[in-house]
């Protein structure tokens, strides 16, 4: 637990005394009236996976760019980078944990996951999980790939590259205005966003988002995995970089087996280390030509005859990768079960965002942009436009005020950031932007720094000339 004059217990035993998340939070009550003050006593264990390493003071509400780590994950991070360090040639070649091969630690985050081994791929990110998948299909100048204006450019590059080389038609769909959001439910906004029409029907494949960067909808991947059927669309392709850590991947709505393709990082809400990823891939036997395995060593192992050669082994065998940062990550993940399971850091993390939501709501409804009707579509990002703390009505929508907002919080030891949404109808993510405001709210967070937090944007807010 992070110990700062913000926090008053450990997060396992804040998490067992609050009786984990009340569904009432989307009817607008706060969750601090639905939190016990009992306070436990720490276990070694406890004390030993303590987010110590945020300075005391410091209120850190940006998971959706970085994560930190708990102590633990620091130690295995430190321990198995000395290890490396004391006979490099042992532990590329031979060492279970940090062997090139990965078996071991892919076998873990399957177990993790829940899936099998050979249908994961250890990556440094969620942009090369992305690239290995849509680089690695093949796609021809006949194939249309289904896409949004809000995809991040992890999922965009890739199909600019197709596009550019050899003709890919990329439809790309516009998100509607959060006004018009705010009063669908999932299947609504899901039905606006692809519609069932010839434009679409039998797409090649399907890129999306799990949790949107830019607003914070999530879209369910098995609601996803629905609708790519409904459109006879081969391939569904999902970016989990805002949802991976943060979203119950138990959840029969949420199972990555809903997915062909399911590209995602450690060091955000799963708060691994830097450096590490994870791609998963349905369908382990898939092979060229239908797929190729891009950033490998083994291409080899499709051109001798081996036909059966598991193709998430194939993409793990690419020279030297953060191996430490592997055994960290999985290290974090034990972090996860040790508190209770992907449900209870859900809980919590929604807990939070919640209460940002009710602030912005309770004060300035037009500025909230982020959905808070349908409870399906919330995640821990919170996107909200500035305003004037005496005319709450009035969004305001340039990058000079976002921006002055996050750099003032900043000065005040409050880390939020600034973010650019593309507006209403645009089918391109660089132009015609609105900025605003994002908060992620992190499992190691607390409601004494969200309330710490909200009174300062109060303050900050009454200054915006």
Known sequence: ??????????????????????????????????????????????????????????VYLNSGTEGTMPQ??????????????????????????????????????????GVE????????????????????????????????????????????????????????????SPEKIKNMNQTELLDTLFPNNSALRGAKAMCVSHVYPTTGVRLSLKSLREKADELNIAYLIVDGAQAFGAIDINNINERVENCDFYACPGHKWLNGPPSTGVLYIRNSNIQPPEFYPTISQRMIRYTDGNSNYPIAKALQIRGCSNTPGFTAMVRAMKFVKDEGGTAVIEKHILNLSIEIKNLILNHAPNCIISPYSDKDLGSGLTTFYPFRWNQPQVPIKDKKTAEWV????????????????????????????????????????????????????????????
């Open 72 to 113: 633990c994950v620091v130690s295995t991070l430190q321990k198995n980078l000395a290890k490396w360090t004391s006979d490099p040639t042992y532990a590329y070649e031979l060492d279970r944990d940090l062997g090139k091969r990965q078996e071991f630690n892919r076998g873990k985050v399957s177990e993790f996951m």
């Open 117 to 176: 081994k050979n249908n994961i791929c250890l990556t440094d990110n969620t942009t090369m999980g992305l690239s290995m998948a849509i680089m690695g299909l093949n796609f021809t100048h006949t194939d249309k790939v289904v896409t949004t204006n809000q995809e991040h450019s992890s999922v965009i590059s890739p199909l600019q590259i197709w596009q550019a080389r050899h003709g890919l038609q990329v439809k790309t769909q516009p998100f509607p």
């Open 1 to 58: 637990m992070k110990k700062n004059k913000f926090t008053n217990s450990t997060r396992r035993n804040f998490l067992k005394t609050a009786g984990l998340v009340s569904t009432a939070m989307f009817s607008g009550l706060s969750a601090k009236n639905n939190i016990s003050n009992k306070i436990k006593t720490l276990s070694p264990l406890g004390e030993l996976c303590d987010f110590t390493a945020l300075p005391n003071g410091f």
């Open 406 to 465: 996050a750099k003032t919080l900043m000065e005040r030891n409050i880390q939020i950031r600034s973010i650019g949404i593309p507006e209403t109808g645009s089918v391109n993510n660089t132009f015609n932007k609105s900025y605003a405001l994002r908060v992620s709210t992190g499992y190691f967070n607390s409601n004494k720094e969200i309330e710490f937090f909200t009174s300062s944007l109060e303050d900050v807010l009454k200054k915006i000339n």
